[in-house]
């Protein structure tokens, strides 16, 4: 039943996100009216560089208002293991209200877990939430996720920017934590799940100032 109650739950917040963009797409057409009205007014004085300049802001106000948010919507539309799409969608609410950007990239559809489906959604729960605690803390808050499936395997990555560099061969221990006692559990639980599937491979590593940690999972 709690399990129930938890898709149900991110299946709300699946249709809130939709609500929350089909009102912005309404504020956008409102405003692009008034655009509107303005070059009009430089298509009829042959203004073409001002027309021209339209355009190009025009093109940068729409991705900036709701490129980002498509894009994401659209890759988590590829996922067609409904609780993991719900769990994700979750995510993502919760990390945009926090104020940090994400970007969703799944460019082909995921229809395998490769592993049970509570380990999988536990093991991307854990790192979503850890990149959003660090994320927080940088001057630019930033996540990305990543779901690339092949006929072999499953790759599921999440990177995150942050304050500082994390010491990698310190998160490689157990009980590792910058939280104080009575944490860390995260990433020991993490290990735990992945230990018990022969063949999953995690990795971390630093690049372009993002911390990245990745599962492969065979199919």
Sequence with gaps: MKAQEGIILQQQ?????LEELQQEMRSFRHDFAN????????????????????????????????????????????????????????????????????????LYPVISEGIRQQDLLRSLGILLDNALEAAKLSEHPRISLVLLQTDTELLAAVAN?????????????????????????????????IHKYPGCVTGMN???????YEIRIPL
């Design 35 to 106: 655009l509107m009205a303005g070059v009009t007014i430089q298509a009829r004085d042959g203004d073409l560089r001002g027309i021209q300049d339209f355009m190009r802001n025009t093109s940068s106000y729409f991705d900036e208002r709701l490129g980002d948010e498509i894009k994401n919507l659209e890759a988590v539309s590829r996922i067609n293991i409904p609780s993991l799409r719900s769990l994700i969608t979750s995510k993502m609410a919760q990390i945009q209200r926090a104020g940090v950007q994400i970007d969703v990239e799944i």
């Design 206 to 212: 630093l690049k372009d100032n993002m911390f990245r």
């Design 161 to 193: 920017s942050y304050a500082s560099p994390p010491d990698l061969v310190e998160m490689s221990r157990d009980n590792y934590t910058t939280k104080g006692k009575d944490h860390g559990t995260g990433l020991m639980s993490l290990r735990k799940i």
């Design 13 to 17: 917040t699946h249709l809130a996100l």
